[in-house]
């Protein structure tokens, strides 16, 4: 009988050793925990787009303040200051009675009134002669300064047409404006020649009408000269040897 239970025993004894623990037999599942680690782990792949949405938005930006900041490659500065220069090298060219107040006083009152009786015919003769070239110089000066107004037009076209194509080409804020600068500068050099222009029309215009007053009182000096002579008085006659009455 002892010999029949020790085989039982020994079998319970192995089967109670090689069994595993009952808690490594089962998987235990926390639904809420799972839950919160999802959650955790949406909110830092949010974070991280966050992160590059912003960074791209800050590239951007940077592009756009670099396009911004860019200077225009085209410049008509030194076209523009070439023709002002010769506008007023034509100005600096004037005929006898130069663009001077002290010139002009000084002249003006030596040729146009200047004239009294004491004066004899060759000094009148002198200084209508004067008063004749300032008035053709002056002309002559309007025409020339007319003609390089009229010059300017085709390269003001040129810088026109060039400066509005950049303007609308333009990449960001600081060529737009640049190109609009240009522009001005270009309106603001025709105004110059149309001042110009008319500043050398009224000098020319200004010369004759102080030649045609001058002339009336040498008229009136000449006339008193004339009148001073002795009157005409009827004489005697000889022709061809005889006498007569």
Request: aromatic residues 6%; negative net charge; hydrophobic residues 40%.
């Amino acid at each position: 009988m002892r010999y029949r239970l020790i085989p039982a025993v020994m079998i319970i004894a192995f089967t109670v050793s090689s069994s595993p623990p009952a808690q490594a037999q089962w998987a235990v599942y926390d639904g809420a925990n799972h839950v919160q680690n999802v959650l955790i782990a949406a909110r830092t792949l949010q974070q991280i787009d966050n992160q590059i949405t912003s960074l791209a938005n800050e590239a951007q930006m940077l592009v756009n303040q670099g396009r911004n900041l860019a200077s225009l490659p085209l410049s008509t500065l030194s076209t523009l200051q070439s023709t002002i220069s010769q506008t007023t090298a034509l100005l600096a060219q004037a005929q006898n009675i130069a663009y001077s107040v002290q010139s002009v006083e000084q002249q003006y009152q030596q040729a146009y009134s200047s004239v009294s009786s004491s004066m004899s015919d060759s000094a009148l003769f002198s200084q209508a002669q004067t008063r004749w070239q300032n008035s053709v110089g002056g002309f002559e000066d309007a025409l020339k300064l007319q003609a390089r107004v009229v010059g300017n037009i085709l390269s003001d076209s040129s810088a026109m047409t060039q400066l509005v194509s950049a303007s609308q080409s333009s990449t960001g804020a600081l060529q737009a404006a640049q190109a609009g600068n240009q522009l001005l500068a270009l309106q603001s050099r025709q105004l110059s020649d149309i001042q110009a222009e008319l500043a050398a029309n009224g000098r020319a215009t200004a010369l004759q009408q102080a030649r045609d007053a001058a002339t009336e009182a040498e008229s009136d000096v000449q006339y008193q000269h004339f009148s001073q002579h002795d009157a005409y008085m009827p004489g005697t006659v000889s022709m061809f040897g005889g006498s007569g009455n």
